[in-house]
């Protein structure tokens, strides 16, 4: 029997919906308040699934949450092994405190660097790609689920001006950046690079702290992330946190800082 992957089943069933329901693409489209080709593009494959986009398919044609619920297969399915364990804890986290020297954070990537990053290498096939951009995107939903978790994010001036995909794509993340760090919830935080070399550089890490007042890191390598709770090494990341945010500009001259990068890849 060919396995057909979670994704692709994900297009066909919507489309089937819909069909089943007597609806043109257009006649859909203006029911949940998207455009035709949007729902054509989705359907076929071409654009990423938006968590939005699902939760009013399953109102306006009273699925029970029947493609929320599929869009979370898709996401069990595209992470890998190791990563799953942390993706339940940033989902029950009521504050995330992230810091990555080299690459904009998960949560705050557009559709196109996501793409362009998973891209990088070829390690993932077209599809795999496809699969955790979709992925990616509806694992940013949290930034807006309620309660909301605080995300307070620290990053490189460099990883502002590395390319990363074409200058289309850079100009789109910074801008992406500017418009999901005005959120009451999102910090955006840049590390000037006239900065001193510090701790931080060693590498990424993300602090979550649980509504049970539990702290939790996630760690990254070249190979795998890992979790740790150990409260000693918890409290050493949190002494990194305190010298990374140090060095970082406050939020308001960040953003000016990301305006003025913005303004280069134009």
């Known amino acids: 029997m060919t396995r057909i992957p979670t994704l692709t089943f994900l297009h066909e069933q919507l489309r089937r919906a819909r069909q089943a329901r007597g609806l043109s693409q257009e006649e859909l489209g203006k029911l949940v308040n998207y455009s035709s080709s ?10 990423p699934v938006k968590p939005d986009y699902l939760a009013r398919i399953d109102s306006i044609l009273d ?29 029950e986290a009521a504050a995330l405190r992230w810091y990555d020297p080299t690459v904009i954070p998960g949560l705050l990537q557009s559709e196109g660097y996501a793409r362009a990053m998973l891209g990088v290498g070829g390690e993932l096939t077209a599809e795999e790609v496809e699969t955790r951009v979709v992925a990616r995107l509806a694992r940013q939903s949290l930034l807006t689920a309620d309660p909301r978790p605080q995300l307070v994010a620290v990053l490189e001036e460099h990883t502002l001006r590395r390319q990363l995909g074409d200058r289309e794509t850079m100009r789109d993340q910074l801008q992406h950046l500017l418009a999901v760090g005005t959120a009451p919830n999102v910090q955006v935080r840049v590390v000037p690079a006239d900065a001193p070399w510090h701790v931080g550089l ?29 409260p000693n090494d918890v409290a050493a990341l949190e002494r990194r946190w305190e010298t990374v945010t140090g060095e970082a500009l406050p939020c308001r001259q960040s953003a000016r800082l990301i305006e003025e990068v913005v303004q280069t890849w134009t």
């Open 38 to 47: 949007y729902v054509s593009a989705v359907e076929i494959g071409q654009s």
């Open 63 to 91: 699925t029970g949450g029947l493609f929320v619920g599929m869009l979370e297969l898709v996401r069990f399915h595209a992470a890998p092994d190791w990563f799953r364990p942390w993706d339940e804890i940033e989902r």
């Open 202 to 230: 060693n590498g990424p890490f993300i602090l979550a702290r649980l509504e049970s007042g539990a702290e939790l890191v996630h760690l990254d390598n070249q190979l795998r992330g890992q979790t740790v709770d150990s």
